[in-house]
Nanobody, 114 residues
Framework: QVQLVESGGGLVQAGGSLRLSCAAS?????MGWYRQAPGKQRELVAS???????DYADSVKGRFTISRDNAKNTVYLQMNSLKPEDTAVYYC???????????WGQGTQVTVSS
């Protein structure tokens, strides 16, 4: 059974930083982070392939950095210059190559106070 275990959420003031981690029980080609704020749809924050190709939402470019440790099946999201609008539940996502199957973590709350 696939498991994605997230950690690192919390409460931070605007301008602060947080680092999210997600450890997967097996290797995946694509790993990433999505977020969902109250009353809004879940949206992609950032993704990274096993080879290191990355993609970011425009709203986080220049502030967030996604990285992964393939040996540990772990993906990270370094979030700097956080804004109140970054407040959301952040979900880890993983998927095999050329597959529509998606696996999700349980979600971790990130709250940015103004």
């Amino acid at each position: 059974q696939v498991q994605l275990v997230e950690s690192g959420g919390g409460l931070v003031q605007a301008g602060g930083s947080l680092r999210l981690s997600c450890a997967a029980s097996e290797s995946f080609f694509n790993m990433g982070w999505y977020r969902q704020a109250p009353g809004k749809q879940r949206e992609l924050v950032a993704s990274i392939t096993r080879g290191g190709n990355t993609d970011y939402a425009d709203s986080v470019k220049g502030r967030f950095t996604i990285s992964r440790d393939n040996a540990k099946n772990t993906v990270y999201l370094q979030m700097n210059s956080l804004k109140p609008e970054d407040t959301a539940v952040y979900y880890c996502n993983a998927s095999p190559a050329l597959s529509r199957v998606n696996y999700w973590g349980q979600g971790t709350q990130v709250t940015v106070s103004s």
